[in-house]
Nanobody, 121 residues
Framework: QLQLVESGGGLVQSGGSLRLSCAGS????????IGWFRQAPGKGREGVSC???????YYADSVKGRFTISRDYTKNSVYLQMNSLKAEDTAVYYC???????????????WGQGTQVTVSS
């Protein structure tokens, strides 16, 4: 089964940037659609961005134009570049796969530890 490890979270001021990393181990991550989801305190989990196996990218309306998802095939990793961060982006961010990007559908019940992003206003 796919096991992914997130990193790169932290505390940043509003308007700042962070880059989250998602590393796969023991399998070729390129073969799968990988999604970033987040969960803010007191809220449900929501899809943020997704990249399909053919490289098609998807974004939630709330992050379009600010976040960019990408793959690094040489490092077997997926990244989420987050710019112009807002206080409402504060959440624990998870990378998971495989995901049906068009539907933000992730059928497994496995969520890793995630990485905390805190944006101060």
């Amino acid at each position: 089964q796919l096991q992914l490890v997130e990193s790169g979270g932290g505390l940043v001021q509003s308007g700042g940037s962070l880059r989250l990393s998602c590393a796969g181990s023991g399998f070729t991550l390129d073969d799968y659609a990988i999604g970033w989801f987040r969960q803010a305190p007191g809220k449900g989990r929501e899809g943020v961005s997704c990249i399909s196996g053919d490289g098609t990218t998807y974004y939630a309306d709330s992050v379009k134009g600010r976040f960019t998802i990408s793959r690094d095939y040489t490092k077997n990793s997926v990244y989420l570049q987050m710019n112009s961060l807002k206080a409402e982006d504060t959440a624990v961010y998870y990378c998971v796969g495989p995901v049906m990007c068009a539907d933000w559908y992730y059928e497994r019940d496995y969520w890793g530890q995630g990485t905390q992003v805190t944006v101060s206003s």
